[in-house]
């Protein structure tokens, strides 16, 4: 029995839970997290795993580094008026709304105000009703405009999360353009991705296109208002989350393709590899959310691991694509799809690994036939 509760904790997993509290504790500035994180330190130094103990001190300062350079580079508006504004087009989208038909990403480089230019470094949405003919990655210079600030509520939370400083509802977008690129990965990438939108339009019906543009392709911006027929059943069901892209259509994207696989003659590390190619340009050419980015991590750290002949660990996996995911952003711990999806990851992980270690214990004690 002592083998079966011996469960193996990747060092992974204690410096994700350091990273944590260094986030944590610099959100807080409360004692809690650092105490936590200090006993960690120490319970490890007791241990005498040096290297352990030296990696989950420097995630600790990563955690709070990355919190702190996070929330500096963010400058929500006060609603500010006549204001000018550089800025890199970042994406564009098409809304279902009679209202705002059309919404723009910018990333704000610099912007105007009472007579004094600023430093930008932060996102703004611009929702206009009349179509914009920019390119993304265009960089332009708009205004006079006027710029709404972020309200004290939930929905504000999203947005500093997102890194969204503020946004812009008008008639049509006032901007002039101060520079395109000769080639732009992420416009051709765009177009690319509304042109398959298109075509897949005109192929289905309007209520296939919706459910396939919204579960496999992740864009939910052009058939919200057609999704909205489907809800009330989804959720007599109980079946509402089907409507979130997660792994679950990351799976059947990938069994699809392997089983198609199977009927050709190829090797074991080619199919994968194939497969590998395939979904790498499935996620490349769709949208993507919190829950997907964890799906889409897991399976090519995990076949990276299958094409190089690396032993893996799905506790191990998910922990390095949570502290990548959390010093990239590391307001993403607050945010309730993040802790929702890793933390269910987690638990369902843990109990498949307890299953295993119990019956590699049960077979341990079974009798040896003679």
Not at 235 to 260: E, M, Q
Request: include cysteine; charge should be positive.
């Amino acid at each position: 029995m002592k083998n079966f509760l011996n469960i193996y904790l990747p060092t992974s997993f204690f410096t994700n839970l350091s990273l944590i509290f260094g986030i944590w504790y610099w959100h807080t500035s409360s004692l809690i997290p650092l105490f936590m994180a200090g006993g960690l330190i120490i319970s490890t130094f007791i241990r005498k795993k040096i290297v352990s103990c030296f990696f989950i001190s420097l995630f600790f300062i990563f955690g709070a580094l990355s919190y702190s350079h996070k929330t500096r580079s963010l400058l929500p508006f006060n609603n500010l008026n006549n204001v000018f504004f550089e800025a890199k087009v970042m994406d564009k989208a098409f809304l279902e709304n009679k209202t705002w038909r059309f919404k723009t990403l910018l990333f704000v480089e610099k912007y105007y105000y009472c007579n004094t230019w600023f430093a930008g470094n932060f996102l703004i949405y611009a929702y206009t009703q009349q179509k914009n003919y920019c390119w993304v990655d265009d960089t332009i210079i708009c205004g006079p405009i006027d710029i709404k600030g972020i309200e004290e509520n939930n929905f504000a939370s999203y947005l500093q999360k997102e890194g969204i400083g503020g946004s812009i509802f008008c008639e049509e977008l006032p901007y002039k353009k101060l520079e395109r690129p000769a080639y732009s990965l992420r416009n051709w990438l765009f177009w690319q991705r509304e042109l398959i939108q298109i075509k897949l339009f005109k192929k289905m019906s309007p209520k296939t296109f919706s459910l396939f543009s919204s579960l496999l392709m992740g864009n939910k911006n052009a058939v919200a208002s057609k999704l909205d027929s489907y809800k009330n059943d989804f959720k007599s069901w109980g079946i509402s989350h089907y409507l979130a892209r997660s792994g679950l259509h990351l799976i059947i994207f990938v069994l699809i393709w392997n089983f198609l696989f199977n009927f050709l003659p190829l090797s074991f590390r080619f199919k994968h590899f194939l497969i590998f190619l395939l979904t790498l340009i499935y996620a490349t050419f769709s949208w993507s959310s919190i829950s997907f980015i964890r799906a889409i991590g897991a399976y090519f750290l995990y076949k990276i691991g299958t094409l190089l002949l690396y032993q893996t660990h799905p506790l191990h996996i998910l922990s390095i694509l949570c502290s990548a995911l959390l010093i990239y952003n590391p307001l993403n711990l607050f945010a309730l799809d993040f802790q929702l999806s890793f933390l269910l990851s987690f638990c369902l992980l843990w109990i498949a690994h307890l299953m295993h270690q119990k019956t590699i214990w049960v077979k341990s004690l079974a009798p040896t036939p003679e």
